[in-house]
């Protein structure tokens, strides 16, 4: 396992620590919340825990399955205990950017419904500024071209997000994303505020005010708490 996945794992695992006994979990997506996966349901069939997972993605939803942890849907909850997502990139305030694997706009909706959110991310993401990655813009697909051309004109190195074999990548909303290549964002809630009144934008992976803490995997693990 090289360093950065081992950050990850480590990060991870110890998120699977926190969640006990009664809670509705929300479950993220991305390849660190899989560890976190594999460990929460060790832990329920090792101590009998009774868990309900409110799930991201399809692709959470078939590794939580497969791992037969109990599912539910967001509307079927009062609401969500905890949630642990990962992150593709985490400010000194705990803002980020998130969408890297597309799952943005559901993302989004589980955090905003759950009593606490934590971040789980290995130590490369931690910047003091965001925008070295790429900002995922989820779009309707209908003017998402005419999108593209107003996102080129204001500068911000848009790119429609396209799979191997050169189509548009589809959300599991049906959307498509538009990364936008910015290297460096100095107000991020100007830039939300924009992207927000901007016909034909669905959500942005700007997640701001979202996480109550930040696990960093590491030589030693980290807990930022807001
Ligand atoms: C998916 C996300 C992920 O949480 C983010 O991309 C981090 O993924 P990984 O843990 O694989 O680095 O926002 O939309």
Known sequence: MDRITEQKRQAGEYAASLITDGMIVGLGTGS????????????????GLDIVGVTTSRQTSSLAKGWGIKLKS????????????????????????????????????????????????????????????PLPVEVVPYGSHQLLKRFEAADMAPTFRRLPDGQRLTTDAGNYIIDLHLAVIEHPQALAYYLEQTIGVVEHGLFLNVADAVIIGGEKLVVIER
């Open 74 to 133: 967001v509307d079927e909850v009062p609401a969500i205990d905890l949630t642990i997502d990962g992150a593709d990139e985490v400010d000194t305030n705990l803002d980020g950017i998130k969408g890297g694997g597309a799952a943005l706009l559901f993302e989004k909706i589980v955090a905003l419904n759950s009593k606490r959110n934590i971040w789980i991310v290995d130590q490369s993401k931690y910047h003091d500024k965001l925008g070295q990655f």
């Open 32 to 47: 660190t919340v899989k560890f976190f996966i594999e460990k929460l349901a060790e832990r329920i069939n090792r101590e």
